[in-house]
């Protein structure tokens, strides 16, 4: 899969909206963004994923720039349990479908 | 949503001895699952992905002879570490997608936490 770039942390305050960046400039054209995130202790959840549209779905929305080489993972409003580890992956056409995590993005909400 | 469950979530065994997990997909079918290792504060790594009716694929520096994969079913994966030493300690982890693209969302299980005294 393709490499993605995140910042290792964040902070920000409860209740407040979290814009989480990823930066995947190697990404091909047919290439999947997909966002999970992972709870201490859990396994990953999947939050959302996109191709070339800004998708929203109930947990966040996912912004995919123009040219792609980069998306924004927005929580609307952060609570508590939003803290967790957030993975950006890029889905490759002709891999074997795995998904390769990077070090991802250590979220903390603030009370 | 689709769920995967994982069992057990917690195992102690003791050095020499084997350890089985499983992985099975609840409300779908899945002809490939993969199995990640995480070691504390470190990034899931990918150890394998397990073919239904077929050999698994594992990643290189995987023991095959050591992490045993069998996938029986639909939905149903398992994990044998075999002679598990202390160094094979570590949070083990199957995922599982419903459709076979990658436009489809892999879900995962809550994890094996094995600690090998």
């Known amino acids: 899969d393709a490499k993605t770039t995140q910042p290792n942390s964040m902070e920000s305050n409860e209740e407040e909206p979290v814009h989480l960046p990823c930066n995947h400039s190697?990404?091909?054209?047919?290439?999947?963004i997909h966002w999970y995130r992972q709870l201490p202790s859990q396994g990953p959840e999947y939050v959302i994923h996109g191709l070339t549209s800004n998708v929203n779905n109930r947990m966040a929305s996912l912004a995919i720039a123009e040219d792609r080489k980069s998306s924004t993972l927005i929580l609307h409003r952060a609570t508590l349990r939003d803290a967790a580890v957030y993975y950006c992956?890029?889905?490759?056409?002709?891999?074997?479908?795995?998904?390769?995590f990077g070090s991802g993005t250590q979220l903390t909400v603030l009370p | 949503g689709a769920v995967v469950s994982q069992h057990p979530s917690r195992v102690i065994c003791k050095s020499g001895t084997s350890v089985k997990i499983e992985c099975r997909s609840l409300d779908f079918q899945a002809t490939t699952m993969f199995w990640y290792r995480q070691f504390p504060k470190q990034s899931l790594m990918l150890m394998a992905t397990?073919?239904?009716?077929?050999?698994?694929?594992?990643e290189q520096g995987v023991e095959k002879d050591k992490f045993l994969i069998n996938h029986a079913s639909l939905t149903l994966s398992t994990l044998t570490v075999t002679s598990a030493h202390p160094e094979d300690s570590s949070f083990y982890i199957c995922s599982a997608s419903k459709g076979d693209t990658i436009n489809s969302p892999l879900h995962f299980g809550n994890g094996t936490r094995l600690t090998v005294t």
């Open positions: 190697t990404i091909s054209g047919t290439d999947y």
């Open positions: 992956i890029l889905r490759t056409s002709g891999s074997a479908r795995q998904l390769t």
């Open positions: 397990s073919n239904e009716g077929s050999k698994a694929t594992y």
